[in-house]
């Protein structure tokens, strides 16, 4: 007994928190098949919503409203129906059937000439088209957008070539529906949020739950080792994976999907890891909460994994959403974590843009990690 | 001296008296056998005085300390070996060993000499690098009690340390409690299994949360006038009125 008792104090500290990290990462990398899953997940989702979900723009069905009708215009329809990205399904008679148009549903883009078109082209060598976009799909609608408008350009660039007089075609290109949809890259900064929250709570909350289930829990419980060092060493490796996916989902969407990271990398990593602890606080609050494995699989999926599929603007924007759901929505982690990491990375914000979202992650962490650690000792009663 | 001390200790879940106002004393270097049916108190009595739980009324003191204000210096000079022999199954044998002394806060230098001495002891050298799940259930037993007993702990609690074992394993698993015994260790150990009563010091046997008798075994086949503790045990529980699990 000596030679326990005389040490325990502080040198023990760090070699018994260090066993434990030690044990946590042999759970984990002797079970193959969870290590497959941690490593190859990012890159199956990535790729999955690169290259399958965002669908290829193809006949997608548009409406034009003309009011001149001349040279120019019918050009330019020409030119848009050539391809097999759009089909001209229809003229309008008035822009107010824009409206009664888009919620037909067939329609998706529609394009509206200015009146007089060719004429002012001609004459002020100025025009515009304005270009309304069905927005409630965010993808396709902004791969339409960036198709109409490349092919308006390379009208433009005709026009010039022929004539020496500058020309100007201002598209104006509107996203309704959806209004702040601003890239068509959104589903990275979601994978993200996704992953993160699927590794760190759901496994997280599985781990310590085995332990309870395997009874090896009881024995960590009747030994004299600090709840806190268990629960903090639980998630360690995790903490370190999750950072490891992170990187890959950015390589990924850096060198395979070309969506770059327009912002500060280090504080996109800051603001990961901190999402990155709530998602493990989380992940132990499920813990205590559950006593099976099987229970915390389904706590964190329909509790962690659905709310950030449905509510955190992921797949549907949370402005279009209903109020409630609006309302439900701000108590998603993933939703302030996807919008900040799509201001900093798609958008190229500065910090200080996102300073809200820092602030009500940050104010997560403490009181998920507060309430979980404070439930975590009670379990020891 | 007295290792362990429980006075009216009880402990109540809602309308339920898992364990009802019970009291003993045990001495240092004791077998100390805690009898009883499935469901009559004895692991909720072993965890209160482990530090697990805390008890609703009464007071224990193990090691000299309070069970329930000074838990975490209970759990320092204690070892436990829980119903499922817990090792990590996912761990190698020398990994489980050398996890549990860091837990207990075996000094660094020491842990790797005693391990091999802990080894060779229960002939389990050979299997230093084997995974835990893939060793017999009687080798895990003899390496669950080895890292319970690891850090030289004043007391340690065995909670039915020979469930699902052979007669064979468990009569040599007897042997190392005494050994353990012998060197001065207090040793409180569960078990239903009578026979294994003989091997004690003393033993109580617990009938719906209370203690209904506590003695040697032998005055324990005397006052009962019964051939052997089995016999004891069952006037005694015949007497229980709660359903057994």
Request: glycine fraction near 6%; aromatic fraction near 10%.
């Amino acid at each position: 007994m000596n030679m326990a008792k005389n040490n325990f104090q502080f040198s023990i500290f760090n070699f018994q928190f260090w066993c434990f990290v030690q044990k946590e990462f042999y759970h984990i990398f002797r079970d193959r098949r969870t290590v497959m899953v941690m490593i190859l997940m990012p890159i199956i989702q990535v790729i999955l919503f690169g290259f399958a979900i965002t669908t290829e723009v193809k006949n997608v069905k548009i409406a034009i409203y003309d009011p001149s009708r001349d040279v120019a215009t019918q050009h330019i329809t020409e030119k848009i129906g050539a391809g097999e990205f759009f089909i001209i399904d229809r003229y309008l008679n008035s822009p107010a059937e824009i409206d009664r148009t888009f919620r037909e549903g067939e329609v998706s883009v529609i394009i509206l000439f200015s009146d007089n078109f060719g004429e002012r082209l001609l004459h002020t060598g100025d025009a515009g088209i304005q270009v309304l976009l069905d927005a409630s799909e965010p993808n396709q609608a902004s791969s339409a957008g960036m198709y109409i408008n490349s092919i308006i350009a390379d009208y433009q660039q005709e026009l010039m070539r022929e004539a020496s007089i500058p020309f100007q075609i201002r598209p104006e290109i509107r996203m309704l529906y959806n209004p702040s949809m601003k890239s068509g890259y959104n589903f990275v900064p979601g994978v993200m949020g996704m992953i993160l929250m699927l590794i760190c709570a759901m496994m997280t909350s599985i781990a310590i739950v085995r332990e309870k289930e395997m009874g090896t829990m009881e024995v960590l419980l009747a030994s004299p080792v600090k709840p806190i060092y268990v629960v903090l060493s639980k998630m360690s490796p995790y903490f370190v994976i999750s950072w490891f996916n992170l990187i890959t989902i950015l390589l990924l969407s850096v060198y395979v999907l070309g969506v770059p990271v327009s912002g500060n990398l280090f504080w996109l990593n800051v603001l990961s890891l901190l999402f990155i602890v709530v998602a493990l606080g989380l992940g132990l609050f499920i813990s205590t909460l559950v006593d099976t494995q099987v229970a915390a699989m389904l706590a964190s999926g329909m509790g962690m994994i659905m709310p950030v599929m449905l509510l955190s603007g992921f797949v549907f924007p949370t402005e279009s959403m209903p109020p409630v759901l609006q309302w439900l929505s701000t108590v998603v982690p993933a939703r302030w974590y996807i919008a900040a990491v799509r201001r900093i990375m798609i958008e190229g914000a500065p910090v200080q843009a996102v300073w809200k979202e820092f602030a009500i992650l940050a104010g997560m962490a403490a009181v998920i990690i507060t309430v979980s650690l404070k439930n975590f000792k009670s379990r020891l009663e | 001296m007295k290792d362990i001390t429980a006075k009216n200790l009880t402990k109540r879940f809602g309308d339920f008296t898992a364990v009802d106002s019970i009291s003993f004393e045990v001495e240092r270097g004791e077998i100390f056998g805690f009898l009883g049916a499935n469901g009559a108190g004895k692991t909720t009595a072993m965890r209160m005085l482990c530090g697990l739980s805390q008890p609703t009324a009464g007071e224990g003191y193990v090691a000299g300390f309070n069970i329930d204000t000074e838990a975490e210096k209970v759990k320092a000079h204690i070892g436990y070996m829980s119903q499922k022999f817990s090792l990590y199954e996912d761990l190698r044998v020398w990994e489980n060993v050398r996890l549990f002394a860091g837990i207990y806060g075996v000094r660094k230098d020491l842990i790797k000499p005693k391990t091999e001495e802990t080894l060779a002891k229960i002939d389990l050298t050979a299997e230093r690098n084997t995974l835990v799940k893939e060793i017999p259930l009687g080798w895990k037993q003899k390496l669950s009690f080895s890292i319970a007993t690891f850090h030289n702990p004043n007391i340690v609690f065995l909670d039915e340390p020979t469930g699902g074992v052979d007669p064979l394993t468990r009569r040599r698993f007897w042997d190392m409690i005494q050994e353990a015994a012998e060197g001065g260790m207090t040793v409180f150990v569960t078990t239903h299994y009578m026979d294994e009563a003989e091997y004690c010091n003393r033993v109580s046997i617990m009938v719906d949360g209370k203690i209904e008798a506590l003695d040697t075994p032998r005055n324990l086949r005397k006052q009962f006038a019964a051939e052997n503790m089995d016999a004891v045990f069952h006037q005694l529980a015949r007497k229980a009125t709660r359903i057994e699990n």
